[in-house]
């Protein structure tokens, strides 16, 4: 709220720029509501259904921001701040509902989890290791490519179409890639149980075919066909976008101790904030010395490379799932 304020009403550089750091402080906290659905199900011994309830709360995220993105796309017509106004406002109410989250507390092993975390200290495994390198690169691919892809969207249509035409397409692509998110958590809250040591090579798939339509899209002379791969390859990105950030949670989760997942959860995010960083930073190098194919390029070789991560990730599942079956 307090970034949201600044971003509106301050009229210098300095200003908006404190607001956007509050901003992106305030999503390390963000993650903190996951543990609190975490606990709660710990509480009740449906531990298990975390994945499929945080893609719940994902789905019904995804369809909220899909009328916002349409309802801001109208009332910035009327007044550009309408849209921060509106947020500001939102941003209370959610103060408000905040105050009656409730975090369970296992009142019974409560001193003997106090005792042994005082004792006991944070140990990363190649598996952790492996699942927060799964979300570093796969997710920050995911990001990285798509504003990417809609600067590739912008200039193919600015070759062969009015500025008018531009501003209208690309906001119903948009509108559809929205669709895809919607679509994205329903999907994948279905197959979950049916693959879900598989899931990382599905999502690691996937985000190959989506850069692969981005690319061949760039590629094709005709303006219509190309713009209908990239829209497919830009629409698959937002697909895969909320369930890579729930599957990697939940197999964090499920491979960590329950004591130490405030701690991992704050890392889980920081390895989001560094790998966003790392390859923007690489992507901004490339475009300003290559053309925009080369980036794209760049970020498949990324995810073909992640294969070989995706794949241990797959078989330590399978091997710990053995392992307690036994």
């Known amino acids: 709220m307090i970034s949201s304020i600044?971003?509106?009403?301050?009229?210098?550089?300095?200003?908006v720029l404190f607001g956007l750091t509050l901003y992106e402080i305030a999503f390390v906290f963000k993650s903190m509501n996951h543990i609190i659905l975490r606990r709660d199900l710990?509480?009740?011994?449906?531990?298990?259904?975390f994945f499929t309830i945080a893609t719940k709360g994902t789905l019904i995220y995804s369809i909220i921001t899909m009328i916002i993105s349409l309802i801001a796309g109208l009332i910035i017509n009327l007044n550009n701040y309408l849209p921060m106004y509106r947020c500001i406002?939102?941003?209370?109410?959610?103060?408000?509902?905040s105050n009656f989250l409730y975090c369970k507390e296992d009142t019974n092993n409560k001193d003997e989890k106090i005792e042994t975390s005082k004792k006991a200290k944070i140990k990363f495994n190649k598996t952790i290791l492996l699942i927060l390198l799964f979300y570093l690169l796969i997710y920050c691919v995911i990001e990285t490519s798509q504003t990417n892809a809609k600067l590739i969207l912008k200039y193919n249509m600015e070759a062969f179409l009015t500025v008018e035409k531009v501003?209208?397409?690309?906001?119903?692509?948009?509108f559809l890639s929205k669709i895809a998110r919607v679509l994205g958590n329903i999907i994948f809250n279905k197959i979950y149980n049916r693959f879900k040591d598989k899931l990382s090579i599905?999502?690691?798939?996937?985000l190959i075919i989506a850069l692969i339509f981005i690319l061949l899209g760039d590629l094709v002379q005709n303006g219509y066909i190309g713009i209908g791969g990239i829209t497919i390859g830009f629409s698959l990105l937002l697909l895969l976008r909320d369930s890579t950030e729930n599957y990697g949670r939940t197999i964090l989760f499920n491979n960590t101790p329950n004591r130490f997942h405030d701690e991992f959860s704050v890392y889980y995010t920081l390895s989001r904030k560094i790998g966003k960083f790392s390859i923007s930073l690489i992507v901004s190098i490339i475009l300003l010395n290559l053309d925009i194919?080369?980036?794209?390029?760049?970020?498949?070789?990324?995810?073909i490379l992640?294969?070989?991560?995706?794949?241990r990730i797959t078989r330590t599942l399978q091997e710990n799932e053995k392992e307690e079956n036994i």
């Open 6 to 15: 600044c971003i509106t009403f301050f009229k210098i550089y300095g200003g």
């Open 202 to 206: 599905i999502i690691n798939i996937l």
């Open 306 to 311: 992640t294969l070989y991560i995706t794949s």
């Open 42 to 49: 710990e509480y009740l011994h449906e531990e298990n259904k």
């Open 293 to 303: 194919k080369c980036a794209f390029i760049f970020l498949l070789v990324i995810c």
């Open 167 to 174: 501003a209208f397409i690309l906001s119903f692509i948009i």
């Open 89 to 97: 406002f939102f941003c209370f109410l959610n103060y408000i509902i």
